[in-house]
């Protein structure tokens, strides 16, 4: 498994079916964060969208999972292979 640092921006999601979807989004990012697909995730302070830290075999397997989520649909992602850096002489 690799790990990615995906930047999400909702596009084209109204108000109110955000809401709608969002029981279902917050149930689903809970599944995937359980079986050790996302690592960590932060919200936007304006509300567009979400950095999410990912671990997958490949840029299709990350689609695959995001894919699960409600808000799939209305994703623009940026996806950036990264590596952890322990300590600092790395």
């Excluded at 697909?37 to 490949?58: E, H, P, Q, R, W």
Aim: no cysteine.
């Amino acid at each position: 498994m690799k790990k990615f640092m995906l930047n999400i921006l909702l596009e084209g999601l109204d108000n109110e079916t955000r809401m709608k979807l969002l029981p279902s989004e917050q149930e689903a990012v809970k599944e995937l964060e359980l079986n050790g697909s996302i690592v960590n995730n932060f919200i936007k302070l304006d509300m567009s969208g979400i950095y999410i830290v990912m671990m997958a075999t490949d840029f299709e397997d990350v689609h695959s999972k995001l894919s699960t989520l409600p808000y799939y649909p209305y994703m623009k992602i940026e996806i950036t292979p990264v590596r952890v850096v322990n300590s600092i002489n790395e």
